[in-house]
T-cell receptor, first 113, second 111 residues
C-alpha cells in the first residue's frame, strides 16, 4: 500500500526557531513535493525535487529551504520560523509517467507563536 | 496569480442531489487535470482525473466534464451522500508534473 509519512502531526514552535519537517515515502518515487495549505488559498507549492540532491523552487519558497539526501526522504526547513508560517504542511510524492498522480501524507499542522 | 480558479468556495447539497464544482485555467500547457478529495485530518487523495484529449470521464458517481476550448472543467457528484462531505480540490499539471491547485470547495451533504 502506498505510503507517505510525515514526522509530526502537530508542532508548536517559537518565533525565530529553526524547524525541520520530515517526509518519507516508501514507493521509490523520484518526485517529491512540499506544499502549504491555508484556508481560501488552497495548496501552494513551496519546493519540489525530481531526484536526490536536486531541488526546485515552487511558488512560495521564501523563508524555506529543503534537503533531499536520500530518495525516500525530503525535508522542509524553516530557517527562522515566523508567525506567518503557521499553516498545514503537506508532503507528496509521485513517479514520472503517464499517471502523474501525487500521493499525499497526512500533513503537519505547524503553529508558530 | 491563481493559475486554477475554483468555485464555489462552499456547497450544501441534499442527500441524493447532484454536486457540481467548477474550475477554470489559462495555461494551455496543462495536460492533466485531477480532482482531489480531502477529509478533515487527512491529506488529499486522488478522486478522478482527466487528460485534455477526452471531454468526459466517469467513475461510479463521479464525473469530470472537460471543455478544452473554454479552458474549464468540472466535477459532478451524482446521488450525493453524507459520506461525500469533504473538501474538493481541482488541479492542473504541467508535463513536468508541477501541480497548480484550486482554492478548494467545502461540500456538505445533508441527510
Amino acid at each position: 500500500d502506498v505510503k507517505v509519512t510525515q514526522s509530526s502531526r502537530y508542532l508548536v514552535k517559537r518565533t525565530g526557531e529553526k524547524v525541520f519537517l520530515e517526509c518519507v515515502q516508501d514507493m521509490d518515487h523520484e518526485n517529491m513535493f512540499w506544499y502549504r495549505q491555508d484556508p481560501g488559498l488552497g495548496l501552494r507549492l513551496i519546493y519540489f525535487s525530481y531526484d536526490v540532491k536536486m531541488k526546485e523552487k515552487g511558488d512560495i519558497p521564501e523563508g524555506y529551504s529543503v534537503s533531499r539526501e536520500k530518495k525516500e526522504r525530503f525535508s522542509l526547513i524553516l530557517e527562522s520560523a515566523s508567525t506567518n508560517q503557521t499553516s498545514m504542511y503537506l508532503c507528496a510524492s509521485s513517479s514520472p509517467g503517464l499517471t502523474y498522480e501525487q500521493y499525499f501524507g497526512p500533513g503537519t499542522r505547524l503553529t508558530v507563536t | 496569480q491563481q493559475q486554477v480558479k475554483q468555485s464555489p468556495q462552499s456547497l450544501i447539497v441534499q442527500k441524493g442531489g447532484i454536486s457540481i464544482i467548477n474550475c477554470a485555467y489559462e495555461n494551455t500547457a496543462f495536460d492533466y487535470f485531477p480532482w482531489y478529495q480531502q477529509f478533515p485530518g487527512k491529506g488529499p487523495a486522488l478522486l478522478i482525473a482527466i487528460r485534455p484529449d477526452v471531454s468526459e470521464k466517469k467513475e461510479g458517481r463521479f464525473t469530470i466534464s472537460f471543455n478544452k476550448s473554454a479552458k474549464q472543467f468540472s466535477l459532478h457528484i451524482m446521488d450525493s451522500q453524507p459520506g461525500d462531505s469533504a473538501t474538493y480540490f481541482c488541479a492542473a499539471s504541467t508535463p513536468g508534473n508541477q501541480f497548480y491547485f484550486g482554492t478548494g470547495t467545502s461540500l456538505t451533504v445533508i441527510p
